[in-house]
């Protein structure tokens, strides 16, 4: 059983808080900078804005692997490019609009749940010196 206590705080808050870089940084965010996301696609300078924030948003959570691989904080059968395609799908841009926009879920409430998401995606969080489940 995953005990969030027995690691580093910053470790702890870096898988609860991973939130979209900008728009749902905040607890009074709204789904308004999503959908105009998607809603702008088709559009040949918003899809280049669109690849802009996927591809910096990805780089931000594979930064967040490598630090997760290289501490050990993950099981050591997933490599960076599996935990940050696993945090890719907890906290992508089309797991903050399902949960905001068409759930009508709150920031917090959304925030809190994928975090707990993608700790079990992870498949636990391992720590120092803990055996690894399954």
Same mark, same amino acid.
């Given at each position: 059983?995953?005990?969030?206590?027995?690691?580093?705080?910053?470790?702890?808050?870096?898988?609860?808080?991973?939130? !979209?870089?900008?728009?749902?940084?905040?607890?009074?965010?709204?789904?308004?900078?999503?959908?105009?996301?998607?809603?702008?696609?088709?559009?040949?300078?918003?899809?280049?804005?669109?690849?802009?924030?996927?591809?910096?948003?990805?780089?931000? !959570?594979?930064?967040?692997?490598?630090?997760l691989v290289?501490?050990?904080?993950?099981?050591?059968?997933?490599?960076?490019?599996?935990?940050?395609?696993?945090?890719?799908?907890c906290f992508?841009? $089309?797991?903050?609009?399902?949960?905001?926009?068409?759930?009508?879920?709150?920031?917090?409430?959304?925030?809190?749940?994928?975090?707990?998401?993608?700790?079990? $995606?992870?498949?636990? !969080?391992?720590?120092?010196?803990e055996p690894?489940?399954?």
């Amino acid at each position: 059983m995953l005990r969030l206590g027995a690691f580093p705080p910053a470790i702890v808050n870096m898988i609860r808080s991973l939130s !979209l870089l900008g728009c749902c940084s905040s607890p009074g965010c709204s789904s308004d900078s999503i959908d105009l996301l998607y809603a702008s696609l088709g559009d040949e300078g918003a899809e280049r804005i669109w690849r802009q924030v996927v591809e910096g948003y990805r780089g931000a !959570l594979r930064e967040a692997a490598g630090v997760l691989v290289a501490r050990g904080f993950v099981p050591a059968h997933l490599d960076v490019g599996e935990v940050s395609d696993r945090l890719w799908f907890c906290f992508g841009i $089309a797991a903050w609009r399902t949960l905001l926009k068409d759930c009508g879920w709150g920031y917090g409430r959304a925030e809190s749940w994928l975090g707990t998401q993608a700790v079990a $995606a992870l498949g636990g !969080l391992v720590g120092p010196g803990e055996p690894e489940s399954g």
